[in-house]
């Protein structure tokens, strides 16, 4: 390789050395592909005539010393060094990577690339492809680096026939270092190269006639066998500097007076033989941008060429290449830039609000939503951080997090809700229209984080739960439907390591010892060896032995038996359907189960501890490990069992690793939305997820807001919001937006009852002022629940058309009273956003004002202590009564151990206290806490008060009955 090499390569790397620059300036290139020359003719270098400064003097104008095309290199390169070690600085981790995609054998390029890109620090990834390479076997190639997001620049080292407009325009003009993408170009024409990449053969061009002393000024350029980006960015840039350029072919029957015209001759391509060097006039400045120059066929030292001044091949090459690395350098620079906060340009969809107001699937249906891929750009989400599911969603992966982990985290804002009638009071509707206020209305980065619905509810009584009139996720029916499988997805996974517990304590029943060791570990083609998570099963028994013969009889029999006692089995097979019928089972009667039968039951899917898990978790590993950590029952020796112990953990976080990734929707103004998990509110903490949260506060930036929902009232989702939600994730909430209805108050004031499917009373259809009044004391005893955490309240009134001024106007009072920071109307569900403003004005002041957040009890506390607080110091009750179950399981889960994890009340969400129609604020009750069960892997212990259902039942007349689909369009009818 070495004997290659032309002389002054060799010299340039024997160079002195500047004070502080490391030695070995790398070998010089041709430009990488920009000019679409061929590769690997002998004599590509050249040799460099003009090589002292005494020759680079007589052929510059004026005998001016000229600066050496060297020194300009070794400029170059170092002010891209020192500029990207200024980025470093601030981006310690940060380093560009160049990728070349190269079809051919020119290893020199490949050396001279990876040379300069480690002078300056970049990295670079040779691509090398068969020099027959199809069109469309480099464009593959293109698209690939075009999304990995580790590569911020992409050159193509390719033969000209290669240079197609369909493989230049594959590559991304944000990668396209090269400049030749019509974008690029574009940019460069209309005169915003500060916003585009410009030709590095066309900079090395003018650079190297500037620094040779050229006035370019008036003269005529003749540009000579050049063709696209490389003449385009040619004569454009000739042009800027006032010159008046030609452009010929070598064959046009003009060449010979062009040239005799021709101030400055570019050489675009090899001169053919047939085209005498006299046609070029004395003093004209010659200059040899062809990848294909042949030394001794154009040069200074030629016979009968009478130039001035001759710069050759090998100068435009190498500075070309080192401009290169300079635009490496600005697209790592813009790259970063992009990464940072900056306020979102988000396109926002117009509302044209109708009255009265149609539907929510109409409202729904009638909007057009944004593409996903569209809205995951503007909220700044990268191509390869989407996964998308047809036109409106998509999964958004995790390494987000890892690529924003340095971006300061957005207002954290937690909607809550007084007591509720049996309708609910729209805290969905509220979290949307809040959204769509700061983002569309005030120009404000804001996320909406909500929950997945069940399918039980869409289909059951309360339909659909995508917020409500002109403050929805769209489409709506893909959101109530299916969406993307995630409650599929943890159905699967509950009802597998369902089927291992019944499995095994079956197989353990009807085997001895050695048979049974045996089936677990078998011999395979003659190998017997323990999996990955039996050797963690033999860790945690203390046994240290990892060759399966190894084992005595005695630890077989521990190892292969988990003694299962079948009255201690907690883990239920679940359906996301109500199913009351379901609610208690017998499994196990078919013959081949050999007599081994048991009550069991269903859950409804969303109150497996799966989905707990899912809510809690924050990241991949942190689920796996507390997927295997979940209690499942107890041994006959009262230890608990695992899924890890079942071997299952494996086999559920593959099920799960799609589910963990957030979805992305919008809502009707075009706002982004999280939806993630759904965690049943009563067994459960009811709050969407700790990702979606976390990501959320990274994408929306230091000035953003991100507002998610807690299930049923504040004195239930709130307090776990806070207790378990903010535990798990270390976030800490800046305010409380409290919804209360007017119609809800009007229940706690002594209202009569509130019914589904009923139509309302005349009190809640007529202004009541006395009943507003009385009700009001709800709503001020949620608002002190709300400041024991330290955190300000904003209420928001969400107004119904049956609501009078006057009656708004005392609820906002009486709340201001009660130590609201502010209480606002809302009028959402009507307008849209706009409904909105004054809330999210509100929303935004309160968050300004210093956070003084705690939890409410010391999770160290005992589990009764625990229980006591929330049940006195929340609920109102004067103390609390376990029953001698609860008693029971109390003391077991703490001598195993889990006596130190927060408190997940299961309790009714009509009331303060356990009895639904106890309204307003109940005082001097006892709360009866009749069982006590244990999330080891979510991680929290819900004690039941009273009676709790776990599997929803179907009214006698279920949504279903409204629920219809046009075949015709495949729309979807009567949802909501």
Not at 464 to 485: K, S, W
Not at 862 to 888: F, H, N, W
Not at 939 to 967: A, E, K, Q, W
């Amino acid at each position: 390789m070495s004997n290659r090499l032309p002389l002054v390569l060799r010299q340039l790397r024997r160079a002195p050395q500047p004070p502080g620059r490391p030695r070995g300036l790398p070998v010089p290139c041709r430009a990488s592909g920009t000019g679409g020359g061929s590769g690997g003719r002998e004599g590509l270098l050249g040799q460099r005539r003009l090589r002292d400064g005494q020759a680079r003097s007589s052929c510059s104008p004026g005998g001016r010393a000229a600066a050496s095309p060297d020194s300009i290199v070794r400029e170059v390169i170092q002010n891209s060094k020192e500029a990207l070690r200024l980025l470093q600085e601030k981006n310690p981790a940060f380093k560009p990577v160049l990728a070349v995609i190269q079809a051919g054998d020119e290893n020199l390029m490949q050396e001279i690339n990876q040379n300069l890109a480690e002078e300056a620090g970049l990295n670079i990834t040779h691509i090398c492809l068969p020099p027959n390479s199809s069109e469309d076997e480099i464009i593959d190639e293109i698209l690939k680096i075009n999304e990995d997001t580790r590569v911020h620049g992409l050159a193509l080292q390719i033969s000209e026939n290669s240079f197609s407009n369909k493989v230049l325009n594959a590559l991304t003009p944000e990668k396209d270092v090269d400049g030749v993408t019509d974008i690029n170009l574009g940019k460069l024409v209309r005169g915003d190269a500060h916003e585009c990449f410009v030709s590095p053969v066309a900079r090395a061009v003018i650079e190297l006639l500037e620094k040779s002393g050229v006035n370019l000024d008036g003269k005529k350029i003749l540009v000579i066998g050049a063709h696209g980006s490389v003449e385009a960015a040619l004569q454009c840039l000739f042009q800027r500097r006032g010159s008046l350029t030609m452009s010929s072919q070598w064959k046009a029957p003009q060449l010979q007076s062009k040239l005799h015209e021709a101030d400055v001759v570019i050489l675009g391509s090899p001169k053919p033989e047939e085209i005498p060097l006299t046609w070029i006039q004395p003093g004209t400045t010659v200059l040899n941008c062809s990848h294909d120059f042949l030394s001794g066929k154009v040069g200074c030292a030629s016979p009968g060429v009478r130039s001035s001044g001759h710069i050759e091949e090998e100068d435009v090459s190498l500075l070309a290449a080192a401009l290169r690395i300079q635009n490496m350098v600005s697209s790592g620079r813009r790259w970063l830039r992009e990464q940072q906060h900056r306020r979102w340009r988000l396109h926002c969809l117009k509302l044209q609000p109708l009255s009265p107001v149609p539907s929510d699937i109409e409202i729904s249906r009638g909007q057009t939503p944004k593409a996903v891929d569209v809205l995951a750009k503007e909220i700044g989400l990268l191509a390869d951080e989407i996964e998308i599911y047809g036109k409106s969603k998509a999964k958004v992966r995790l390494s987000l997090l890892e690529r924003l982990k340095d971006q300061a985290d957005g207002k954290y804002v937690l909607v809550a809700g007084i007591t509720p009638t049996p309708l609910g009071e729209g805290k969905s509707t509220v979290t949307i229209g809040l959204v769509q206020a700061l983002t569309a209305h005030l120009n404000v980065n804001s996320f909406a984080c909500l929950r997945q619905p069940s399918q039980g509810p869409t289909f059951g009584v309360k339909g659909g739960a995508a917020g409500g009139g002109y403050a929805q996720v769209i489409p709506m029916e893909e959101f109530n439907l299916h969406l993307t499988g995630d409650i599929h997805a943890i159905t699967a996974a509950n009802n597998l390591l369902a089927a291992a517990i019944d499995t095994r304590i079956l197989h353990e029943n009807t085997q001895t010892d050695k048979a049974l060791y045996n089936r677990l570990v078998p011999l395979v083609n003659g190998v017997r060896e323990f999996s990955e998570i039996q050797l963690a099963r033999l860790k945690k028994l203390g046994i240290n032995k990892t060759d399966p013969s190894t084992l005595t009889e005695e630890e077989m029999s521990r190892f292969a038996r988990l003694d299962i006692d079948p009255s201690t089995i907690t883990w239920q097979r679940v359906l996301d359907t109500n199913d009351r019928f379901l609610r208690k089972i017998t499994i196990g009667q078919a013959g081949t189960e050999k007599g081994y039968s048991r009550q069991a039951q269903f859950d409804i899917a969303v109150a497996s501890e799966i989905m707990a898990v899912l809510a809690l978790t924050d990241s991949l590993t942190d689920m796996k490990v507390r997927l295997g950590r979940m209690v499942v029952a107890s041994d006959k020796s009262g230890q608990p069992v695992t899924a890890e112990d079942l071997g299952v953990t494996g086999a559920l976080t593959v099920l799960m690793k799609d589910a963990i990734k957030p979805t992305l929707m919008q809502t009707l103004e075009g706002t982004p939305v999280f939806v993630h998990a759904g965690p049943f509110a009563n067994i459960a903490h009811g709050n969407s997820s700790v990702l979606a949260d976390k990501i959320a506060l990274k994408l929306v930036g230091e000035e953003g807001f991100v507002v998610t929902e807690a299930g049923f009232g504040a004195d239930i989702g709130m307090e776990k919001f806070f207790n378990i939600k903010c535990r798990a994730s270390g976030l800490v909430p800046n305010v409380v937006v409290l919804v209360a209805t007017v119609r809800a108050l009007k229940m706690h004031g002594g209202g009569p009852s509130v019914t589904p499917g009923v139509p309302l009373k005349k009190e809640y259809t007529e202004e009541n002022i006395q009943l507003v009044a009385d009700g009001c004391c709800n709503l001020q005893k949620q608002i002190q629940i709300a400041q024991l955490f330290g955190v300000p309240v904003v209420v928001a009134v969400n107004v119904f058309k049956t609501d009078t001024r006057a009656e708004i106007d005392l609820v906002c009072e009486l709340a201001k009273r009660a130590g609201a920071f502010d209480a606002v109307p809302c009028y959402h569900w009507s307008v849209g956003g706009r409904g909105s403003v004054d809330l999210a004005q509100a929303v935004r002041e309160a968050a300004s004002k210093r956070s003084r957040f705690q939890f409410l009890y010391d999770v160290q506390l005992p589990i009764v202590e625990k229980i006591r607080t929330i049940a006195q110091a929340v609920y109102g009750a004067k103390d609390i009564e376990l029953s001698p179950m609860a008693q029971s399981k109390i003391d077991r889960y703490t001598e195993q151990g889990f006596g130190n994890l927060p408190i997940c009340m299961a309790k009714t969400h009509l009331s303060l206290s356990h009895q639904p129609d106890k309204k307003g604020v109940p005082k001097d009750f006892i709360l009866p806490i009749s069982d006590v069960r244990a999330s080891i892997g979510a991680g929290f212990i819900y004690p039941l008060v009273g009676t709790m259902s776990t599997m929803p039942g179907l009214p006698t007349r279920p949504c279903f009955y409204d629920i219809d689909l046009d075949t015709e369009t495949e729309q979807v009818k009567g949802l909501f």
